[in-house]
DNA sequence: TTAAAAGTTAGAGCGCACTCTAAGTCAAGC
DNA sequence: GCTTGACTTAGAGTGCGCTCTAACTTTTAA
């Protein structure tokens, strides 16, 4: 069961790097991971499940800072700070959901956009094709209307 | 029509600050602003149109760079770079896309984890409700499992 | 008229999350 | 044994997107 990986391998396993991994530790987002007779890090497939979960956290934008609280809790009282924990997840989880909805509603206006340059492009053409050399008229202002 | 505004009421408009304002000016975000006979800068409608559609991109998390880009194509060809535009817009829909898909995905995972801490949580309870001491066994590696 | 508030510039500084370097130790294959 | 590559540390450097400072001018309200 224990593979102890290399940091190396562990690199590859969560597409971290082997910086980011030696960092991580530093600043106690990953506790002392065990070491080799020589000093080499040897990482458990517990670890691994950790630093899996970490990145969940760091891809959802959760702040080291924030990170460090939640590693301290699950180190320091594992089996008494459920209910923090579980707040800290909460909290973290409505802000996600935040983001994801102002997300969606800027990529709205961007697909507007899109769709107006599409006609845009589309009535060049029909000019193209008509040969009149006329300056189209709109967006021609220095900063160009986000309505036009 | 033109309401001039100063950059303080712009910043305000926008929830920029005015340094942010200065800034996106200096890095050619945005065009040159026009000017009072003093050098105060004066905001048209159409400056603030485009400020609020540049917050669009930044928010969405495009990089400065690409909007460098998108604004140059804007004020050197306004309107010859209809479709160059909309590709560069549709590129990012899509990894804004990609992102929020990623977003859902890792948030699925907390949740998973904060039912589990839910559960955990209760059974604390019961575990003090009948009084018994033992230590509880998950959980309890340095760094514990997230599947744990 | 004068004090305070708001504007200007060039350029320095900051916080975040890495990312890399230097100088050295350790491990595996020839 | 020796080379090559992976490992170690402390600490410096990087890129991004602001954010602030200093020194100065202009506007505004009392």
Redo the contacts between chains.
Sequence with gaps: MEQELTIQQVAEATSLSVHTLRYYERCNL???IGRSPSGHRRY?S??I?????LT??R???MPIRQMQQYALL??QA???S??E??QM??A??ES??Q??Q???D??A???W??QH??E??AK?HELFQSAAGQ??A??????????S
Excluded at 49 to 53: L, M, N, Q
Excluded at 138 to 145: F, G, H, L, P, T
């Design positions: 990953i506790a002392p458990s517990n670890d499940r950790w630093i899996e979960f969940k956290l891809l959802t934008g699950v180190r594992p089996d008494t459920f209910h924990r579980r997840l909460e973290h989880r996600v959901a983001q994801i102002q997300l969606q800027n990529l206006v961007i697909d956009k899109i340059y599409a845009l492009e060049s300056s189209a709109s967006e021609s202002a220095v900063n160009q209307s986000a309505a």
